[in-house]
């Protein structure tokens, strides 16, 4: 059933095309500072990561299901360039939270891109993911904030991981639907 009032070439679709390969760009730099975390013996930061990385995945399939429910073309392609080099546990949250900064002006372009070009449904799916930013930046500032606080000392931030992060949140039932049902 084909929606005849759905422009797929829209700024906004091609944005939110560009923004799926961006997540998943996201989920594969989580992964990489996983592994980093996990080789060094830091199971709680390590599972963060993972989680984040599992996390940024959903968000792209989000993307994809939106596309799909707009009856709007989805292309899948590579991913842009990833950093592979961990040297420090600092290092590499500063590395994500500076990636949170930038997903968050992505999205925020987004949001600004719908609302310009008058597509309202656009722009209600994604407050969701500006939502989202808002606690993804916070969480990575409060983590690098601990971790200069611990001043080398990574076992007390392996216990704040575990304390303050530890836990499933469980789903999110404000959250747009997963392509794949979040398989």
Do not use: C, W
């Given at each position: 059933m084909s929606n005849s009032n759905v422009n797929s070439d829209s700024a906004f679709h091609e944005l939110l095309r560009e923004q799926i390969r961006h997540e998943f760009t996201?989920?594969?730099?989580?992964?990489?500072?996983?592994?980093?975390?996990?080789?060094?013996?830091?199971?709680?930061?390590?599972?963060?990561?993972?989680?984040?990385?599992?996390?940024?995945?959903?968000?792209?399939?989000?993307?994809?299901?939106?596309?799909?429910?707009?009856?709007?073309?989805?292309?899948?392609?590579?991913?842009?360039?990833?950093?592979?080099?961990?040297t420090s546990v600092r290092g590499a949250v500063e590395f994500a939270l500076n990636q949170e900064r930038d997903v968050t002006t992505k999205i925020t372009q987004l949001a600004q891109t719908a609302r310009s070009s008058g597509d309202y449904l656009g722009e209600q799916f994604i407050q969701w993911f500006l939502k989202e930013q808002v606690e993804e930046v916070a969480s990575m500032t409060t983590l690098l904030a601990v971790v200069d606080r611990a001043d080398g000392n990574l076992f007390d931030v392996e216990d704040f991981v575990a304390r303050d992060f530890g836990g499933a949140a469980g789903r999110d039932p404000s959250a747009p639907r997963v392509a794949g049902g979040g398989v």
């Open positions: 996201a989920s594969q730099q989580y992964i990489v500072i996983a592994v980093y975390f996990d080789s060094n013996k830091l199971p709680q930061l390590a599972r963060r990561f993972y989680a984040q990385a599992a996390e940024e995945r959903s968000h792209a399939l989000m993307m994809v299901q939106y596309l799909l429910d707009r009856d709007v073309p989805v292309r899948v392609g590579g991913l842009d360039p990833i950093t592979s080099t961990v």
